[in-house]
């Protein structure tokens, strides 16, 4: 009796012994740590909202951008960074150019400094890898290109490089013209009517996707497009939830059961369009304004001047110089990507900072492409010229601060293929239609995922 007396009280004191060692690593993790690191960056002039326990600033920040999108914006403005990053908007005039946040017990460094943000993006030894993609995020991005790392990496990139070279670039333009051609022919029956041009042109990308990456058309890969599009829903609306780890395994929300089905059933999807290329290749072996009106006049002028009624060719696709400013100048404004994130593993110098190990970084394209000591004064106003002499002219040689694409070794592989894309089908659509903008256009900039309109983009169509 007295022996099992004994196992019993060294297996309490076991459990006992364990209790407390997690929760010193969880007090440590969600109160001291924070604490040590925001007392750190302060000592290096670095400082920022303040850390409360367990949620940081998330909650502040979801509240703030959900009240920021919560109506309409009143005119046309181009000044979407208070609207669509309220948070960076305000606490960079707050704390200053490069400041502290938590995402939870997380630091994050919010970076808006070109000079630092060119070290970030252009350091090739590894010291600011991407974050490790977690939950909803991993499910809709997997281990692709955009989220692996390393010699992975590096393989992928050296595969997609060739796939996107100007070469092979060159074999995907009739795709892009068969696929204009289809869209802007479902556009007669629509002859001075409102048409929703921002689904129009997902359908194209998609539609171009489907025939350049599987050889199929967009009714048979459209199913997967659906599914992705239901789950950067999801990723969007959880992007700053809070999960304590390990909860997932216990009790599963509504989102997480219906992100795993989705995830499933695209790679299925997916699986059965290769097994099919594969049997096939064995067998083959504002109210009616045009805004800007003076720009689409200009565009189509290039246009007719350099195709006339033709078809665009690669060859002559370089020589569109206008259209190039006015697509530059679009990214400027309404970046896809609002936010870059990067990490470090381990304490690294970054520029006059010290960074302690496990701090995230967050780059902000949307604050680059709206400041006014880089871009001047008419940084909300909409105007092409400015990337007339190239892009480093534009920014004042601070290349940095125009990053649609990102920059350094991790410049998004398809810039040129979603480039030639956009060129190829405005060329066309200005071949055949003046558009304007609808009365019943609502100017609703949100981010869902990346940046896109609310409530879709309406133009009136009339014939040339």
Known sequence: MVLVWKMLLGFASFLLAYF??????????VWLNPICIQSFMRSQGIKGPSYELLHGNTKEIINMRRYATSRAMEDMSHDI?????????????????????WYGPQPQLVVTEPELVKEILNNKNGDYPKIDLEGYA?????????????????????????????????????????????MLERWKENEGK??????????????????????SSYLEGKNIFEML????????????????????????????????????????????????????NCKENESSKAVHKEWQETAREE????????????????RLKTINMILEECLRLYPPVPAIMRKVHKKVKLGRLTLPAHTELLISPLALHHEPKIWGEDVHHFKPERFAGGVIKATNNNPV???PFGFGPRTCVGLNFA????????????????????????????QVFMVRPHHGVKIILSRV
């Open 81 to 101: 960074f208070p609207r669509i990053l309220p948070d960076i908007y305000s606490w960079v005039n707050i704390y200053g150019a490069t400041y502290l946040n």
């Open 194 to 215: 409102e048409v929703e041009v921002f689904e129009e042109f997902r359908l194209l990308t998609s539609e171009v996707i489907s025939k350049t990456a599987f050889g």
């Open 419 to 446: 480039m030639a894309e956009a060129k190829i089908a405005l060329s066309m659509i200005l071949q055949h239609y003046k558009f304007s903008l609808s009365p019943n256009y609502v100017h609703s900039p949100v």
């Open 401 to 403: 601060a125009f990053l």
């Open 20 to 29: 407390l060692l997690i929760l010193v690593r969880f007090l440590k993790k």
């Open 303 to 318: 246009v007719i001047e350099i195709f006339g009624q033709m078809k665009p060719n690669a060859d002559a696709i370089p």
């Open 138 to 182: 991993k499910k809709l991005l997997g281990d692709g290109l955009s989220a692996s790392k390393g010699e992975k990496w590096a393989r992928m990139r050296k595969l997609a490089n060739q796939v996107f070279h100007a070469e092979s670039l060159k074999n995907t333009l009739p795709a892009m013209i068969t696929s204009t051609e289809i």
């Open 229 to 280: 599009m239901k789950l950067t829903l999801i990723v969007s609306r959880n992007a700053r939830n809070n999960r304590f780890p390990g909860i997932s395994h216990l009790f599963k929300s509504s989102d997480e059961i219906e992100s795993e089905k989705l995830e499933q059933g695209i790679k299925n999807c997916i699986e059965r369009i290769i097994q099919k290329r594969e049997q096939e």
